[in-house]
Structure formats: C-alpha cells, structure tokens
C-alpha cells in the first residue's frame, strides 16, 4: 500500500488505535538511577534501533527542509513534497518492504483520524483546489465529526478515500507513506480491537522522524487532517496559517 498508486491513508501511533502524523521525539538518553534521578556522569545506554531509525528520517528530512526557506503560500506545500521525495526512499528500502500486505483497494488504515503538519495540510490543499467534490467531502466532514472525540473518530472514512483508494496518493501526508501493515487481516481486526497489526517497523521510525522535522515548521505542530485542511480551505489565503493553527491538535503533538 505504501509505495503503489492512490492506496492508503494513515499511521497508527504506538499504544493507541489512532494514527499521527507527529510525534514527540524520543526521551533523551541517559542512565536512571532511581524515580526521576539521573546520573550525568553516567555513560548513555547504546541507542535503540527504533531511536537509529528516527534520526535518520529526521536528519534526512532537515537536510531537504533546509534547502527550501521561502515563506511564501505555495512554498509550503513545496517543502512537504521536497521531504516526502526525499524520505520515500528509506521508507521503500526495509527488509520488511517486500513482506508489505498493502494493496491497491485496501483501505483498512484510511478509517483512522490522521495528524498533518502545516506544510502537508497545504500540499493537500494544492492537490484539492481544482476539485470541487473533493473540497464539498472535507468540508462536510470536518463539520460532521467536529463533536466526535480522537477515539471516536476511528472507523470513519477518510474524506479523500474514493472507492477504497486515496484520491490524492501522490500528495499523501508522511503518516499516510510509512505505516506499512505485514497482515491484512489483521489491519482489519484493529480497526474493532486495541490489537496492532505487525508493521515495517523500521519505516514507520524513520517516518515518525521525518514527520517531527516538518512539525518543526511554523506554525508548530500537527492537527487533524479534516479540521485542518477544511479551515484552510474556507480561510482567506492570507490567514492559511492562523487557520491551521486554530484547527483541531492531533493529541501529544505539541
């Protein structure tokens, strides 16, 4: 799902059902040596994989963000591309790549709540301006699960989901590109269950990664796909970032 065309739509953060496009980085290392006591003499413990492979997706993605500073509208949407191509590579090249159970026309993961930063959130709407029915679908539910909870918004579609594929794959934010399922079945059990389906762990690190490096933007941090992009979309051109920010905040993001 992760590297075909118009497939998948999302991330699921460890320990909850939802999906996120970004994440707090990883505890500092260090040695504790009691509750809340650490020592500074102490000698770091060895880096974990999963610690290796988000600093590798985050000094991947800085290094593409610091090659592209305009401030202006349509240089945003221009950096998340920028880092998407630059990250897509490492997210393709896994061991577990060729194991991937993702597939055009499954769409399990596009039913959870998706976090994106401000420069995503723009490079959707570029992919949408021109698309009438696609702008009416975000707007309409925006409004509809305004009321609804994080948790509460698992199982419901993706407003960009059209006939079991995302409308707008090319353009798919970074929690839409690095979770990729090794079981179909049980992607479809999760979406019922708190149970995670096995996934390509070292692309979702490297994703979460290159995910904090946008967050990083301004305006910071990461909000709901349908909250964002719809306040976008309905905001003067002037006010995209006030908008964004005034938007729904993805939970733990800031």
Request: hydrophobic share 35%.
């Amino acid at each position: 799902m992760r590297g075909g065309p118009r497939e998948r739509s999302e991330l699921i953060r460890p320990g909850s059902r939802g999906p996120e496009s970004a994440v707090k980085p990883p505890q500092a290392l260090c040695t504790e040596i009691g509750p809340g006591l650490y020592d500074p003499d102490a000698q770091p413990p060895t880096m974990s994989t999963n610690q290796a492979e988000y600093y590798r997706g985050l000094e991947v993605a800085s290094a593409a963000l610091r090659h592209d500073l305009r401030p202006s509208r349509g240089a945003h949407a221009d950096r998340a591309a920028r880092v998407h191509e630059a990250i897509q590579p490492l997210l393709d090249q896994t061991e577990d790549h060729a194991q991937l159970a993702c597939r055009l026309g499954c769409s399990h993961c596009c039913h959870y709540p998706v976090g994106v930063t401000y420069p995503e959130a723009m490079r959707l709407v570029a992919a949408v301006r021109l698309r009438p029915e696609l702008i009416e679908r975000i707007v309409d539910a925006s409004s509809s699960k305004r009321e609804q909870s994080w948790e509460q918004l698992v199982g419901a579609p993706c407003p960009l989901l059209l006939d079991h594929a995302c409308a707008v794959h090319e353009s798919r934010p970074m929690p839409c590109r690095a979770l990729g399922s090794l079981d179909a079945e049980a992607c479809a059990v999760a979406l019922l269950t708190d149970r995670m389906p096995p996934r390509d762990e070292v692309a979702w690190w490297r994703g979460l990664g290159a995910a904090q490096a946008l967050a990083n933007s301004s305006p910071r941090g990461s909000r709901e796909l349908r909250s964002a992009v719809s306040a976008i979309l309905t905001a003067p051109a002037q006010d995209a970032e006030r908008a964004f920010a005034g938007s729904r905040t993805v939970p733990g993001s800031d």
